[in-house]
């Protein structure tokens, strides 16, 4: 069956780094875009960063251009989210999702088209 696991999350300080991991196993990994979401303690989940197929295109959330990376290894079949300048509000616990529909070329924002999820990872930055 489809397995998405997540791994590199932690507590890191303000302003520190982290690198999300997420291994895909059970699909064709390059037939699915890829995206990571996040969910923090009593919000609904937000899309974060998505990479289409091959990974020539890429989309970020507003809160997080700039300061995060996502990239895909299609040989390895993983993806990751480099994340740099964490802040507080980044604390929450995120999710890779992949995504068989083909909308919104391959950068869908919509947690609707993904198929399947990771189980998460716990991101925490301290002030």
């Known amino acids: 069956q489809v397995q998405l696991v997540e791994s590199g999350g932690g507590l890191v300080q303000a302003g520190g780094s982290l690198r999300l991991s997420c291994a895909a196993s059970?699909?064709?990994?390059?037939?699915?875009?890829m995206g990571w979401f996040r969910q923090a303690p009593g919000k609904e989940r937000e899309f974060v960063a998505a990479i289409s197929w091959s990974g020539g295109r890429t989309y970020y959330a507003d809160s997080v251009k700039g300061r995060f990376t996502i990239s895909r290894d299609n040989a390895k079949n993983t993806v990751q989210l480099q994340m740099k300048t964490l802040e507080p509000g980044d604390t929450a616990v995120y999710f890779c999702?992949?995504?068989?529909?083909?909308?919104?070329?391959?950068?869908?924002?919509?947690?609707?088209?993904?198929?399947?999820w990771g189980q998460g990872t716990q991101v925490t930055v301290s002030s």
């Open positions: 999702a992949a995504d068989s529909s083909r909308e919104f070329l391959g950068v869908s924002t919509q947690s609707r088209t993904y198929d399947y």
């Open positions: 059970g699909l064709t990994f390059s037939s699915y875009a």
